[in-house]
């Protein structure tokens, strides 16, 4: 089964306080004593990308770029 908003009663909830939930279940996830989400190889490539972002910010492109291309309507 499913779980969702419906049939945890959580519907009712304004838009504001599902938000809230949302980032409390985040960080309760995060703060698990469970194994991490990432494994090494991939902490690692993301430390590589990080890197080569911060030695050259201009490199690469903005949201609307990338969404363009995807939607297939890049010029």
Same mark, same amino acid.
């Given at each position: 089964m499913t779980t969702t908003i419906q049939s945890l009663g959580l519907d009712h909830l304004s838009a504001a306080e599902r938000i809230h939930l949302a980032e409390? %279940? %985040?960080n309760s996830v995060a703060s698990s004593s469970e194994t991490g989400l990432l494994n090494d190889a991939h902490r690692r490539d993301l430390e590589l990308r990080l890197t080569a972002y911060k030695d050259n910010p201009t490199v690469g492109s903005n949201w609307e770029e990338v969404k363009a291309r995807l939607q297939?309507?890049?010029k």
């Open positions: 409390e %279940l %985040l297939g309507s890049a």
